[in-house]
């Protein structure tokens, strides 16, 4: 062969290579994560859940991509988010903060692996724990289960109480549940709960502003992925108005609330994380029974309970998993 005509076929080959290379490059998958919330609230998050699917093989960035969809607080925007993601045809959805029933009504095709604090199987998320049964599966954190041992908890702190309010979010999908157990619990307590709405930053402003007015004995913050991410808020507006607050999750009282009583959020959405990478490497939702917390935390800040000026009773500290001097 002529110099001149090896070269010219190897300038060919050259070129051709990286075509070859670039056609031989495996595609990354793409997560779609729809969260009611916002990024800077979630954040603590967000990081939990990137921990979960790094244990299931998956960095973003490197062999994953994830689209974020975040509403900032606001729920009429979730559909939206929710279809632009379903048009995208990401491969798996991660539905938190109250996302997980506009994730449910865009896709039924999709995997879902959700977050959620509702009763799943009244809402038809899944057909049951064990067996979900459609396109959708997660973890559960029993958010809106567990008020009336919140409010058993808050009545033993303060036996004499006459009034205790409850903070709600009525934008949250599992409100007209969490009403119900209080309406129960209070009847079983004896003391009288005093039902405040808020969904917005002014709403807890003004909420806290009545309950003061009330001269409540001590203050229950419903469940609701808005609260949680307004804790500062709440307890800075607890601390001014020197109200006893028992809160969901732990971040509350590790930050300066009273106390708390929740499972790990952290770890739900580590789990979550977890689910994501096993639906990726091929696995259904159908097939993936729905994580139930497998501990229930309950944690008194002592220093909080000293400004506020309560001794917390002896029977109560035995009963804490974690005690914060």
């Known amino acids: 062969m002529k110099r001149r005509k090896f070269i010219t076929l190897l300038g060919g080959m050259a070129a051709a290579w990286p075509l070859k290379a670039r056609a031989q490059q495996p595609v990354m998958p793409v997560i779609g994560f729809l969260n009611a919330q916002s990024a800077n609230a979630f954040a603590y998050l967000l990081a939990a859940f990137r921990v979960g699917l790094e244990q299931g093989g998956y960095v973003e960035g490197r062999n994953v991509t994830i689209e974020y969809r975040w509403a900032d607080g606001r729920a009429e925007a979730l559909p939206v988010l929710a279809a632009e993601l379903v048009r995208l045809s990401v491969d798996v959805i991660v539905a938190t903060g109250g996302a997980h029933l506009a994730a449910k009504l865009a896709t039924s095709t999709i995997p879902i692996v959700f977050t959620s604090g509702d009763d799943l199987i009244k809402e038809g998320l899944v057909a049951s724990f064990n067996k979900p049964g459609g396109n959708a599966t997660g973890a559960t954190v029993f958010s809106a289960t567990i008020e009336a041992k919140r409010l058993a908890l808050l ?77 500062n808020q709440i307890i800075a507006l607890s601390v001014r108005y020197a109200l006893p607050a028992l809160a969901e999750f732990r971040e509350f009282a590790m930050e300066g609330g009273l106390m708390s009583y929740g499972s790990s959020i952290t770890d739900v959405y580590r789990q979550v994380g977890i689910y994501t990478g096993r639906i990726l490497k091929g696995e259904k939702p159908a097939d993936l029974p729905v994580v139930q917390p497998s501990k229930i935390d309950f944690v008194i800040n002592l220093k909080a309970a000293r400004a506020l000026g309560i001794a917390i009773p002896p029977t109560l500290l035995a009963l804490a998993d974690e005690v914060i001097e």
């Open 155 to 231: 009545h033993e702190l303060i036996p004499n109480a006459t009034m205790v309010v409850a903070l709600v979010d009525p934008r949250f999908s599992g409100a007209d549940f969490q009403l119900m157990q209080l309406q129960a619990a209070e009847r079983v307590a004896g003391v009288k709960v005093h039902i405040l709405n808020a969904s917005t930053d002014n709403e807890i402003e003004i909420a806290f502003a009545s309950i003061s007015k009330m001269h409540a004995d001590a203050l229950l913050i419903g469940a609701t992925p808005f609260f949680n991410s307004r804790r």
